[in-house]
């Protein structure tokens, strides 16, 4: 597991909630995050799914995504980079 997804043993509440909607929209509360997830690794996550995903963080999250945003959200990292950068920009 990378340094990025470890944040040294603590996960902070961007952390937190970013696993709890992947957990309740993949129904799969065993599901650990790690930056370098893709659709490959997660049963059910295809292109329609993701983007019910993004509605789903959309509204945990309160932030509305940009084309350019969504064109990023390729893997769980490209996504907590996109909620910090958005997050810290707001």
Known sequence: ???????SGAMNSTDQRLRAV???????DS?????GMTF????GWDSLAHMNLINALEAEF????????LMKMKSVG???QVL????SAA
């Open 1 to 7: 597991m990378s340094a990025a997804s470890e944040h």
């Open 22 to 28: 992947f957990r309740e929209f993949f129904n799969d």
């Open 31 to 35: 599901i650990e995050l790690q930056d």
């Open 40 to 43: 490959s690794d997660i049963r």
């Open 62 to 69: 309160g932030l509305k995504f940009g084309v350019r945003e």
């Open 78 to 80: 490209a996504i907590r």
């Open 84 to 87: 910090t950068a958005k997050a």
